[in-house]
Every structure is written in C-alpha cells, then in structure tokens.
Nanobody, 127 residues
C-alpha cells in the first residue's frame, strides 16, 4: 500500500522561502510521476508542478515558474518542493500526489490522474 507523508509548511513572511517534503513508501516508483497541488477554500485543487521519477523531467505552473523548484531524492523516496519568493497568494494547503506516469498532453495537471495523496500541509504567507 502506497503512503505519502508530507512535512514542512507553516506561517512565513512574504519573500521568505520554505521547503515541503513528501516521503513515500509501499512501492517502487521507477515509472511514476509525482506532483504538488494546492488548494484554497472554495476553489478547486490547482496544479503546481510535477516531476517524473525516472528522468527528473519537470513541469511547472506559470504562477510558480522561477520561484518554486521540485526535486526528488531516490535514496530517500522523497520529493521536495522548494518554495521561494513567497507571496500572500501562495497561501494554500499543499498536497503531494503520485501515480504511474501518464502520457497525454498535460495529463499530469489533472487531479483525477492520481490515486495516492498526502494528507496536505498548510502554507500561510503573510504580507
């Protein structure tokens, strides 16, 4: 059984940096894709960025490009989201998700592609 456990987040100031972690267990992930989404109350879950476990290929939402960096540590089965130059509008609950890779254009941005989710971690950015 695949389990994803998130850590990190909290209350930070605008312009600060924070790192989220998502540790996985229960499978081998050689052909999987990992992704971070975020959600604010009353809105749909929003794609942030994705990374392919096999080759490290990444995809970013335009809203975070140049500020957030996704990475993976194969020795720890962990994916990270390094968030920099944080803005109040980045305030959300951040979720990691993972599943076997998909191959349609932009498929990794779809919530429905993922069966495995972390519990979510709150990031609050004050101005």
């Amino acid at each position: 059984q695949v389990q994803l456990v998130e850590s990190g987040g909290g209350l930070v100031q605008a312009g600060d940096s924070v790192r989220l972690s998502c540790a996985a267990s229960g499978s081998t992930f050689s052909t999987w894709i990992w992704v971070w989404f975020r959600q604010v109350p009353g809105k749909e879950r929003e794609f942030v960025e994705a990374i392919r476990w096999s080759n490290g290929e990444t995809n970013y939402a335009d809203s975070v490009k140049g500020r957030f960096i996704i990475s993976r540590d194969k020795t720890k089965n962990t994916v990270y989201l390094q968030m920099g130059s944080l803005r109040p509008e980045d305030t959300a609950v951040y979720y990691c998700a993972a599943d076997t890779d998909c191959y349609g254009s932009g498929c990794y941005e779809s919530v429905s592609e993922y069966d495995y989710w972390g519990q979510g971690t709150q990031v609050t950015v004050s101005s």
